[in-house]
Every structure is written in structure tokens, then in C-alpha cells.
């Protein structure tokens, strides 16, 4: 054997012996890992989320590459026709939908929804093929959501117009969907559409859209049909004297209400889309001759400024465009009233609808249209006046009572009459807490209350108040954890709460009677006053879209008898001076002309 | 020129009660204490002087339309001499609203708390007043237009409810200590009505004329005028002449002297919340003046950033003297002696402006050409 045969075979030996000594240390592993760990399968739930696999695993460079491959199986073979590269610009941004053209082919046309919609996955989008009965016969196509159009709409005046009308008609027609527009269709509103992104924005609001064939337009024609709550009776601003109609959820049937109420050609409807994903269609309403136009701007600058994914309430876009998110007064009044959005239209205020919602927003907001309701005007002025009295008064009862209760008892005894502060004195005898403890547990089943009585479904969210309240508040005065007058305490309070006309309001004040408790419960009298302090500042600081909150009292502006008071309407003469209207004067000096008249009559 | 615009009632309301506001605090006591029973003369004579002064110096105003006292000072003197000028003035205000922070907050102890720390009331007071300062000026000015007619009213309430107390002899001997005290404490109490430059020091924030802020400060000095005159005849009506020296706090001695009926007496406490709103609204406007007249004298741009600052050395200061008699006794020295600095110093500066003959058009020019 050579030498070099036996340096070979050493290194094979070595290399045996290393391998040998790898299998061996590998060995001991797995009966350690076998032996000292668990080795069961892994118990998992039955699907865990966790992310959309491909894309989050992919890196950025690949991901374009799956793009590039994936996209002739997702695009059309064809070349695809679109708009010129200025035009593609704009709406490329807007979605990916931007740019593109009906073609001239059905069956391209047809890949293409068929694509966009991926059918025949989604069950909702119905592709129906049909003939156009001319000579000879034009294949062609509808798209339409099932649910969101209505059946009898698309068979009575798309599909037999389409079928059966204009038999052996010749065809050599330039524009094709222009004629059936013109011609066949019957519906009252029918567009000749050519961008898939006017198309599918169609489609998804209900309409139908037909495609011709050879014809590089499509027809959309109007057949939204979908299952709608009726005008019902409004839920939170119910009157007795007054219009008993409240919105829905229909963008189109809210603003139809408010234009019912308010006939008159200068009511403009504005129409946006808010929202990147969903587009949720909303409105801007206002007088013309009348919305002061800086004031429409900023509204429509703001909304058009929004750049989100869904807004689905009024609510919601409402925090997108107050001007104090932090503070804790709202600053737009929500009303579900079309005639309190009437009288704010015809005072030179903007409305602003939201597809989907039944409560209409109104800017610019002052503190004092939050704590009017719709009855104080419909009522005669003696009533009006009684019933703001006592809805002011409401105001200080729910802000104030805990906290003045347990300043009086705790600080200022001697303010209450001897006889009285006996009777509280033996009442709390019983009671373990101190006053603060007290009020704090009552007014947190109080709410509690209310919140459970708001989420239970409704037989039982009615009882449960009264049992609530009721059998509550008995067992813990016979318990001896609270003291009766407590009772009468925050039952007074919880019912001034519910006094206040805005739902938004009444929660502001709820917060803030919280406040009001502990700074009373620290400092007596001198703490409500400071907390009074703080709660006036910072009203006075705010702004609604550029108005003061508190006009037309701070800062102070000429104003008509109605903000405490309420005036007779026929003193109401001028509108407001802060909304800075096109037209000032509401009515003439003497509006009562019958009254002058009379004075003439008599003196002739 | 600023943003903030306010208007002359929130200009008018804002100097009344922060005038006004020393009259829940011993003043009325200080008044029956220097002119006995005609210390409603002493008001009444301080009133008519610093209504002449004012209506004097408004026309050193009139020279500088929309510009404040500070601009004013730095403008006539120039800038060096301005710093001092205003830098005195300044030192005045702080000293000023802390004596009157800690003042209120001994009153609180008196009248409502009296087992509560002095340092905690203050706090309280200061968080507060730190809050709507932050807030800005014209929260500020309209909140005090807002609450003006209220606190008027409680005012008046507790005035005529002591109605059944009201002794016209009391008033008598007519003349008080004398004709020679009544005119020399008329004069030197003047500084009672020092918060009337409130409005000077402000003006550049104002929506109205120099002419019309002329008329604002008259209309504000007759208004407190009347006011500390009704309050003040009251009070010697209803405390006879040597317990009249001797309250601590007047007012709260007033509407605890209430007693209609079983059911309507002892109600002090309510007026707690009636006073102490003015002492907010005197506290923040002691404040936002101090900051104002900062950022004018050195000319920076924001006067906010100040505000926490000066908030904490108007609660430092205002807790260094040991007690209340000490506090009495720094506020009798200011009441007597502080017109020498906050009358004076504006007609210096109006004296030198008519030596100078220096009015505002240059300034105005300049100020256009920036715009």
C-alpha cells in the first residue's frame, strides 16, 4: 500500500469516526428530547388567523414579481383600453379601477366583471346574458346586485324593453347605447357610462349596468330596490306638539324629507364620498341664497380633507370634523328630526347627511341650540317658556345636586335649617360611609341603570328600570348603606339628566357633574365654584366651525329673545348675527301685518 | 397686532369685577377704618379722581390707537428705559394678585373651610386660574361678560336682602373723621381703582377705538364706583361705627347677617360661590396681564408659555408671609402707596410723551409697512 493509499484511508477513517461521533451526539439528543419533552402534537384551535399568508411572507421584492406573474391571469389577455395618462393620473389614486375603458368586445367586457366581482365566487353580483332583439340579434349583458336592486324594476323596464321591443329593428347605428338610452329604455334614470369605475360605483349602489355588444359604452340604469326601514316616529326627540317624522337610514330618503320640508330652489344638495374602502356616500345641505359661502367651504374642505377607510355614522364623521375633540361639551348638534333641520336650514345653517344613519349633523353649533328643542317653538310662547325654564333648571339640578348634597352636608352645615339637618343627621345615622362613598355607589348604579337599560333587548330593558330603581334603591336604604334623602338626591338628578334634549349634551353634563361631586367632596362650595369656573372657561374658549360657542352671549352679539327666554315668533325678526348670513332679516318689522291693517281700517 | 379680539362690554365686564373684587375682601373695613362713617365719601371722592386721571391718560392712548401702555412706554422712553418702566410695573401686578391670592385664600378659611390648609385653597385658586389663562384672553373676557350680570345680582341680593338692617343713623356723624381726612384718603385711594389699566395694558387686544376704550374705562370706574359706594353705605348702615373696624370679612359678615324667615338665613355660604368667582376672574386677569405686558416689553411672540411660570411665582410669593395679619398689613401699604407706582408711571410716560411730542403715526406706518 502506498503512502498516499494509507493517508487516504486515514482521512476516510476519520472522517467515518467524525460522522460516527456526530450520529452518537445526535442519538443522545433525540432520547434526551424524546424522553424529557413532550413530544404530542401541538393542540391548536380549530383555525387561528394569522395573516394572509402569502403576502406577509413574501418580501417587497417578490411581492412585485407574484404581481407581474399573477397578472395575466388576472388581467384580460387583451390590451386594455384606457384613459390617456393625464386623465389615469387622477384616478389611480382613487382605486385601481381608475383608468378603465368599456371595451368594444362583450366577452372582454364580460372577463373583466367577471374579474372586478370575482364571479362566479360572489353569489350577491348576478350576471345576466340576454339578446337585443334588432336584426340581427346583439348579444349582451346586465350586472346588478341581487338584494340592492329591485327584480321588478330590471324585468319590467331593462330586460322586456331590451327583448322584446323594436323586433327586426336594422342595426348601423354609430352610437348604439346612446340610441337605447334615447329610445328603448323607459327607466327615468338611465346614463351612458364607459369607466369601470363610474360602473361598479352603479352597481354597488343598486343600479343595473347593460352591456352592448360592439358598443365601447354601457347603460346604468337606475333600479336601487332595497329592503328600508319606513319614516318612522323619532326615538330620542319625541314631541307631542310637532311633526312626528324622524330620518332613516337612506341618504336619498333623509334628503327628500328635508327638502319636503323646506321647498325652495336655492336648498342645495352637495353629494361626497367619504372613505377610501367603503365610499360612504354623504350630503351637505344649505340655502344658497342664504349659508354664509366661507362657512360651506370649510365644511366641504373638511369633509373632502377626510382620509380614512369607513365612516359608517354621522357619529363617527362628526369626531373627524369638530374643532374640540378633548373637550367635553360636543360642538355639532346630531338631530333626527327633519323639521329641526329645517328651521336650522332656513336660519343659515349647513346639514350634513351620511348614508346609513338617522341622525343629521348640524354646523356651525352653539350651546344654546343643544339645550333647545323642537317643542319650545311649536308651543305657544307662555308654554315655550315654562318648559325652558324648567329645562335650565334641569341643567343645574343634574350638574350640581350630588355636589352641592355633599357640600352642604360635609361643609356648610349651617346653611340647613335645624329641623332638616336633624332629619338628614338621623337618616345617615345608619349608613357606614362617608357622604362622598355614598353618592358615588347610588349615582354608579344609577348609571348602571340607565346603560343596562339601554343594551337590554326591550321587554325587560322597561322593567328592568323600574325594578331597578325601585327595588335598588329600597333594599340598600332598609340595608342601611344609604341614606334616603340620597335616594331623593340622585333620583332628582338622574331625571333633570334626562331633561336635556341632545343625547351628546346630556352625557357632557353627566361627565361633568362627576367633577362637581369631587371638587365638592374637597373643597365644599369653593371647590363647585371652581369647577364652575373651569366648566365657563372652557365653554367660552370653544369654537363650531369658526363661531363662538356661547354666541350670542359671549361673546355678545345682537340676537332675537331666544336663548333662555323665548320671544313671541313674531318678534323673532332677524337671524342670528354670528352665522354672518347672506340675508339678515328673518321677517319685516311688523310680520303681524293684519295688526296694522286694523290700526288703518280704524283710522280711516 | 394680535388675533384675539375683544369686545367693549367683555372689556368692561372684565375691569368691573376685578375692581370690584376687592370689595369681598377686607376693603370695606379698610374704607370704615380711614374715614368712619364717611368712608362711602372716600370711595366716592377716590372714584371721581381716577375717573380725571383715566380720562387724562386715555388721550396718551388716543395718541397710540391699538397699541397697549407697554407699547406705549417703550415707545416713548425707548427700549432700555421702557424695560424698567415696565419691568416696575410688571414687578406691581405680581406682587398685586399674589397678595390677592393669598388674601382670597385666607378669606376661604374664614368664611367656609376653616379647617382647610392655606397652601391647599391656594392651589386650588391657581389650578383654576392656570386653566382659564391657558385657555386665552378671550375666554377669558367673554366668560367675565357672562358672568357679570349674575354676580351682580348676588351682589345686589344680599345688599337688599339686609334691608331689615338698614340704620341711616349709622351713617351720622356726617363728615366722619373730617373733611382733610376724607379728600387725602379720597386721593391715595385711588389705588383701589389701579385695575382700571387692566384696559391699558391690554388695548392692543381690543376690537374698538382708543376713543370708545376711553369711554369703556369711565363707564367701568362710575359703574364700581356705584357699586363700592352702595356696598359700602350698607355696610356702616348695618354695623354701627367701632364694629365696623373690626370684621374680618365684611361681606361675609353682611350676608350673615341675613335673616329672612325661618327658612331663608345663614346663606352665607352660597355667596361663597358668588365671590369667589371674582376672585378667579381677578386672580387670571392679574395673571395674563403680568404675561401680556412680558411679552410686549421684550417683544417675543407668544405670551402662553409665561403663563405656568408666572402662575407658580404668584403662588410662592403669595404663601411667604407668615399669617393673615402680616398679608393685611403688606395690602394697607400697597392700597396707600400703590398709586405712586400704577398712576404715576402711565402719566410719566404720558407727560414725556407730550415733552417728546411723539404720537403714534410712526409706529403705525412701521406697523403697516410690516403688514
New interface residues.
Partial sequence: MSKQDNEYKRDKDNKKDNSKTATFFQDIKNLLSNNLLFQGEKQQEGFILTGSGQQEEDSKGEERKTEQKKEPSKKPVRVQRTLPKEDSKLHQEEGGLGSLLVDFQLKINKKYVEEIYSLPKNKDIVLREFMINFNPPIHAFAVFVDGLSDNSIINEFVLRPLMFFHKNKEIGIPDLAGFIKDNILPGNQVDVVENYKDIVEKINYGGTVVFIDGSPKALAVETKGWDRRSIGKPEAEQVIRGPHEAFNETLRSNTALIRKAVRNENLITEMFKIGKRNKTDAAIMYLEDLANPTLVQEVTRRIKSINTDYIGDTGVLEQFIEDHPFMIAPQILGTERPDRVASFLVEGKIAIIVDGTPNVLIVPTTFFSLLHSAEDYYLRMPYGNLVRLLRFAAIFISILTPGMYI??TT??Q??I?TDLILAIAASRQTVPFPTILEVFLMEFAFELIREAGVRIPGVIGNTLGIVGALILGQAAVQAGIVSPILIIVVAITGLASFAIPNYSMSFAFRGTRFIFTILAAI????????G???F??????MKSFGV?F?AP????TRSEPDLFYRGPVWEMEERPDYLNTLDRRRQPKVSRKWTEDKGEENNE | MNEVRIGHSEAAALAIICIGAKAFLGFPRFLAKMGATAGWMIILLAGIFSMVIWFGLSFLLQRYPGKSLTQITNHVVGKNLGLVFNGVILIYIIVATSIHLRLFSEAVVITALPQAPISALALLFLISVWIATHLGLEALSRSAAIAFPYLLIGVLAVLIALYPFWDFKNLLPFLGEGVTAVVTNGFFNITSFGEIFILAYLASFFSFSARRLRNVGLFSLGFVTLAFLFIVIVYLMVFPMPVATETLAPFYQLSRQIFLGRYFQRVEAVFVLFWTFTAFFYLSAGIIVSAVIIKEAVEIPYHRPLIPVLSIFIYCLALTPGDIVEIININRLLIVYGWAIIFAIPCLVWVLAMIKGKRGGPVDAQQQEEK
Fill in positions: 357640600a352642604v361643609f356648610h349651617e346653611m335649617p373643597f365644599g362650595f369653593f371647590g363647585i365654584s371652581a364652575f369656573y373651569i365657563l372657561s372652557s365653554l367660552a374658549s363662538p356661547l352671549m359671549g361673546p355678545k
